[in-house]
């Protein structure tokens, strides 16, 4: 009797996750998977950049081994199906108030958006990090509407500070949706099981596919002692 093949794995919503993480993962899966680093590009004159670091290049072995495999792209300008997906999350109250208690309470979510420890430039200020992230907690930004469209309008210009931390705070909400998107659109592409160790995107990536009808896989590892 043939045995059933192990599933394979799409780790979510970040590019790198912690050792213990891997370790626990290829105990489950059959081989797994990472995306490289999310930089998007709102408008042709405004983006993200960050260092291009891969798991494989702390684990070499496994990717010499085909366990750990990398390279998906989800850089670049937003195609229309993931902007659409971004503003049917935005306009989700249900998803917006999940993104929202996780952005009060979540450390993990906090630093991977914001980074509090460090000062963050809010319009033309710089504003301490965890001065700028109290702000962005105040329930007004949880009740204020979010779409692409007003991203990229405040990209394009000088904006008051006010204004600097609504479209720093959309911002957040398009980066979060996104990363969730583009995990639906790989995993249905690539035949692929996503999996994270984050509750709060376990969470948001939950309500997303109930509210588009999407497959609903979707592991949590929790982790424990790390």
Not at 173 to 202: E, G, I, M, N, W
């Amino acid at each position: 009797m043939n045995r059933p093949r192990a599933p394979h794995a799409l780790f979510y919503p970040f590019h790198l996750c912690h050792p213990d993480t891997l370790a626990r993962l290829l105990a489950r899966f059959a081989t797994v998977h990472f995306r490289d680093f999310m930089a998007l590009q709102l408008t042709p004159m405004s983006g993200m950049t960050a260092f291009q670091d891969r798991m494989g290049m702390s684990f070499p072995d496994l990717m010499q081994s085909g366990r750990l495999v990398q390279g998906y792209d989800v850089s670049g300008p937003l195609p229309l199906t993931v902007a659409a997906a971004i503003d049917r999350d935005l306009h989700d109250p249900l998803w917006r108030a999940r993104f929202h208690t996780a952005l009060r309470q979540n450390r993990r979510l906090q630093r991977g958006l914001f980074e509090p420890s460090h000062s963050l430039r809010i319009g033309d200020s710089l504003v301490p990090g965890p001065a700028a992230l109290l702000r962005l907690m105040a329930d007004s930004f949880r009740q204020q509407a979010y779409d692409l469209g007003q991203m990229r309008a405040l990209s394009k210009r000088s904006v008051t500070l006010e204004e600097g931390y609504h479209f720093e705070y959309g911002l957040a909400l398009v980066k979060t949706s996104a990363s969730l998107v583009y995990t639906q659109t790989l995993a249905l592409v690539h035949q692929l099981q996503p999996v994270t160790d984050s509750p709060a995107h376990f969470a948001l990536y939950a309500q997303s596919c109930v509210r588009e009808n999407w497959p609903k896989i979707n592991h949590l590892l929790i982790r424990v002692g790390y």
